[in-house]
């Protein structure tokens, strides 16, 4: 049972194109939403989040989107850069407590020079 | 800056040992996470626990045990580890908010 769902293996871009990146949820009790990057052998590092009182937040070259009637959010980087290469994924809370968070299977970016 | 630690990049055990994987947090953060992460299948959550000596199972706790005897330091221990362990272990802090910390994963290997 994936209640997070990222479609797309993968994706490639060349610099400078936009990038997005998409993901799907099953749970309506969701409330919370999140993207992490992931360099090979690193930890996840926070990009950016959105409440699920907003369908938009940016920050520089990211932001996310929010379609909670389709259950759905993106993130968009622009321009992409080949510093952003790396997996991406995104991560859902609420309706549970400690802050748990459910991720999805990830997307790898690759953006060319 | 937060700063999560996790004691090996890197661990090849046999099949059948006791495994202990390490992760220390230096924020002071109350609940403190173990993931696994394999390909195409993203981050599982494991075990975590929101207080010392409190713990809750995650999505997949079978074939693990977790302790937390102190608020820095969470522990995975894997009792016999079996070749389908083999995997990259991700430990994560958080305080408040919904954000996590994540350390740097140790690459498990069990042959």
């Known amino acids: 049972d994936q209640q997070v769902k990222q479609n797309s293996p993968s994706l490639s871009v060349q610099e400078g194109r936009i990038s997005i990146l998409n993901c799907d949820y099953t749970n309506s009790m969701f409330d919370y939403f999140l993207w992490y990057k992931k360099y090979p052998a690193e930890g996840p590092t926070f990009l950016i989040s959105i409440s699920s009182i907003k369908d938009k937040n940016e920050d520089g070259r990211f932001t996310v989107f929010l379609n909670k009637s389709a259950k759905h959010l993106s993130l968009h980087i622009v321009p992409s850069q080949p510093g952003d290469s790396a997996v991406y994924f995104c991560a859902t809370a609420g309706g549970t407590s400690y802050g748990k968070l459910t991720f999805g299977q990830g997307t790898i970016l690759t953006v060319h020079p | 800056d937060v700063k999560v630690t996790q004691s090996s990049r890197y661990l090849v055990k046999r099949t059948g040992e006791k495994v202990f994987l390490e992760c220390v947090q230096d924020?002071?953060?109350?609940?403190m996470f173990w993931y696994r992460q394999d390909p195409g299948l993203g981050l599982r959550l494991i075990y975590f626990s929101y207080d010392v000596k409190m713990k809750e199972k995650g999505d997949i706790p079978e074939g693990y045990s977790v302790s937390r005897e102190k608020k820095e330091r969470f522990s995975l221990i894997l009792e016999s580890a079996s070749t389908n362990q083999t995997s990259m272990y991700l430990c994560a802090s958080r305080v408040r908010g919904h954000e996590q910390y994540f350390g740097p994963g140790t690459r498990l290997t069990v042959t």
């Open positions: 924020m002071d953060h109350e609940n």
